[in-house]
């Protein structure tokens, strides 16, 4: 089926540090969302994309939606150690395709 | 804040014994849907209801899964008998009413076969 390829697919960084990821697929997506997780607990939707180009943000947390449509960039700046976890990024493939299918995940570890 | 509920949080059991989650969607969230999750690895889904009714259980196996949402509201899913491969979580999802682009997921239910 089809694969987000998400990375880098873990991070170690300090607290008050800028975190960059991405979301790339061989396919046109239509919607990208964005997910956190928390260790034993549900995936917790952060940003929503609905069009190319776009750029949302939510409190420290920025993402867009990549001009190609095959790719998804999620930033979060001065990081804290709730930030802590691991995301995923998730798309709709085709209108009318509306399985959600999410990516590999990226580890993110902030080191004390 | 409104939230996807889940029951039990943990399962263990023996395989070839029969098991049930059972989830509680957001209210007023028409679409209803069963991920699976492997550690280390995203959800994938299982089946998806639009209402009662099954939208999508291409990914179910039906041999041993089996999922009711006979009133629309909340779901129940079964796996009966239960093989040491079905360890894994197990992610009920909602969404509004006339979107299924925002997916709010409950806290799941690890299951781990014995």
């Known amino acids: 089926g089809q694969q987000l390829n998400q990375s880098p697919q873990s991070m170690f960084i300090q607290e008050g540090e800028d975190v960059s990821m991405n979301c790339t697929s061989s396919?046109?997506?239509?919607?990208w969302l964005w997910y956190k997780q928390d260790p034993g607990e549900g995936p917790v939707l952060l940003i929503a994309?609905?069009?190319?180009?776009e750029l949302t943000s939510n409190g420290r947390l920025t993402a867009q939606f990549g001009i190609t449509r095959k790719d998804s960039f999620l930033n979060i700046s001065a990081s804290i150690p709730s930030d802590v976890g691991i995301y995923f990024c998730a798309g709709f493939l085709n209108f009318g395709n509306e399985k959600l299918t999410f990516g590999t995940g990226t580890r993110l570890t902030i080191i004390p | 804040e409104a939230e996807v509920a889940q029951s039990p949080r943990y399962k263990i059991t023996e395989k070839s014994q029969a098991v049930a989650f059972w989830c509680d969607p957001i209210s007023g969230h028409a679409t209803l849907y069963w991920y699976r999750q492997i550690l280390g690895q995203g959800p994938e889904l299982l089946v998806q209801?639009?209402?009662?009714?099954?939208?999508?259980d291409s990914q179910l196996p039906k041999d041993r899964f089996s999922a009711e949402r006979l009133k629309g509201v909340d779901s129940t899913l079964k796996i009966q008998p239960a093989e040491l491969g079905d360890s894994a979580m197990y992610l009920c999802?909602?969404?509004?009413?006339?979107?299924?682009?925002?997916?709010?997921f409950g806290p799941g239910t690890r299951l781990t076969v014995t």
């Open positions: 396919s046109i997506f239509n919607t």
């Open positions: 999802a909602s969404s509004p009413t006339g979107t299924q682009y925002e997916q709010y």
């Open positions: 209801f639009q209402d009662e009714s099954v939208v999508d």
């Open positions: 994309l609905y069009k190319a180009g």
